[in-house]
């Protein structure tokens, strides 16, 4: 797992930019910094960004909690594909999905066919921390989220690590975070 960036400089992030042909799509457990680190890398790369979770939103008309409270997760998971499906098509530059997304097998599929897949890792520790300053969080209400976050981490890393970049978030600027995901997409290209 790539965890030290190196520095680069604007023309050979330039080049690197120049040389993606597919979108770059953000794939982890909530909390990793999908959608900060995405909207970053965007920025660096010159490239749009998109959040497959607010996209989902509009086109539902509701919010998330409100979506997995009425219909439940399959419903949402139904709605998350056919989104990132479009998104996909629509060929956003950087796409975020939710912490779930990429466990479906036709959804997985597709990214992995059509996209540039990046697994954002972090410590459970970190998770818990980042994700106790949102309550919208609809898979972490009942229970402990230490536990849940662990055991979503344990049920879904066989999923995450079917893409071929892994890059670890830590604790510190997501500019750090954002440029190792250039350079491992360099050295995956």
């Known amino acids: 797992m790539d965890t030290e960036p190196l520095s680069l400089s604007k023309s050979e992030i330039e080049a690197i930019a120049r040389r993606i042909m597919r979108p770059i799509v953000l794939v982890g457990l909530m909390g990793v910094g999908k959608s900060t680190v995405g909207r970053k890398l965007a920025t660096i790369l ?26 439940g997760e399959a419903y949402f998971r ?26 479906n097998d036709e959804t997985r599929e597709q990214i992995l066919a059509n996209g540039i897949a990046v697994w954002i890792d972090c410590d459970i520790d970190t998770l818990v921390q980042r994700t106790a300053r949102k309550d919208n969080r609809p898979l972490l ?22 893409a071929p970049i892994r890059v670890a978030s830590a604790d510190g600027p997501h500019h750090d975070t954002a440029l190792a995901i250039i350079e491992a997409i360099d050295r995956w290209l």
Request: hydrophobic residues 40%.
């Open 141 to 162: 209400k009942d229970g402990d989220p230490k536990e849940i976050l662990s055991r979503l981490h344990d049920e879904r890393a066989p999923f995450y690590s079917q």
């Open 46 to 71: 010159s490239l749009d960004f998109v959040d497959t979770d607010h996209e989902i939103e509009q086109a539902a008309a509701m919010t998330i909690p409100e979506m997995f409270e009425q219909f």
């Open 78 to 103: 139904d709605g998350e594909r056919r989104v990132l499906a479009r998104l996909m098509d629509e060929h956003h530059g950087v796409i975020a999905t939710g912490g779930g997304a990429f466990v």
